[in-house]
């Protein structure tokens, strides 16, 4: 099968500060798992372990109701999520990333098993609208701080109706425990309070059916949690 690398067009987000800066930001980062992962390539094990442990009961094998078939991998950057996590567990993967050259190192990173990714959408998330009816999983990490708020609940509920039956959206994310969301210029990012993220999530009108903090992470960095939504 051959990978179907999908472009953005022109549109009325493409012109916004937040995201341009978003985008010039990533657009120098070296296409690696240490450039992903912001010079913490060592915590890459531990996080793959730690998603691995918060998806596995929802499986159908496990007895959930999350049909191994087709996952989205939304902020994919060069398919290390794809690659660790959802390629090992479901039969095939999309990929939305909006920086080319990620989009364009993907497919050697992967390896072998990037036949199996049928798509990668080059674009933002924020102009982003999965097929609907199609995902048994939607996997976001890392990329939400990226959004608007508006953006973000528009983006939840696109990929509500991008569920298949019985399919379910994770989201792994930075946050804080208390005060209010920090702005980081450097990147155009913005991180949450967990509150902010989960009145988001509701606003969205979607269920958080489970919430777990990452484990074993260096105490240096921001706590990270990780949604079930439905």
């Not at 993967?93 to 364009?104: G, T």
Request: hydrophobic share 35%.
């Amino acid at each position: 099968m051959e990978l179907d690398l999908v472009n953005s067009t022109e549109d009325s987000n493409s012109k916004d500060p937040f995201y341009a800066d978003a985008k010039d930001y990533w657009a120098k980062i070296d296409p690696t798992v240490d450039g992903m992962l912001g010079g913490f390539a060592k915590i890459s094990p531990t996080d793959i372990n730690g998603s691995k442990a918060f998806l596995r009961p929802f499986l159908k094998i496990a007895g959930g109701s999350v049909t191994p078939k087709f996952a989205l991998d939304c902020g994919a950057g060069i398919g290390r999520v794809t690659k660790r996590l959802l390629l090992p567990i479901f039969e095939n993967v999309d990929m939305v990333e909006q920086d080319r050259h990620f989009c364009d190192n993907a497919k050697e990173f992967i390896g072998p098993e990037a036949s199996r990714v049928e798509n990668i959408f080059c674009m933002g998330l924020q102009d982003f609208t999965p097929t609907e009816n199609k995902y048994n999983l939607i996997w976001s990490q890392w990329v939400l701080g990226h959004l608007e708020d508006n953006h973000l609940i528009h983006f939840f509920q696109r990929c509500q109706k991008g569920l298949a039956d019985g399919g379910i959206i994770i989201a792994k994310e930075n946050v804080l425990e208390e005060g209010q969301k920090t702005f980081d210029d450097n990147d155009s990012s913005y991180t949450r309070t967990r509150k902010e993220l989960k009145d988001c999530i509701k606003k969205a009108g979607l269920t958080i059916i489970a919430e777990e903090k990452q484990r074993d992470f260096p105490k240096d960095l921001y706590p990270v949690y990780m949604f079930a939504l439905k």
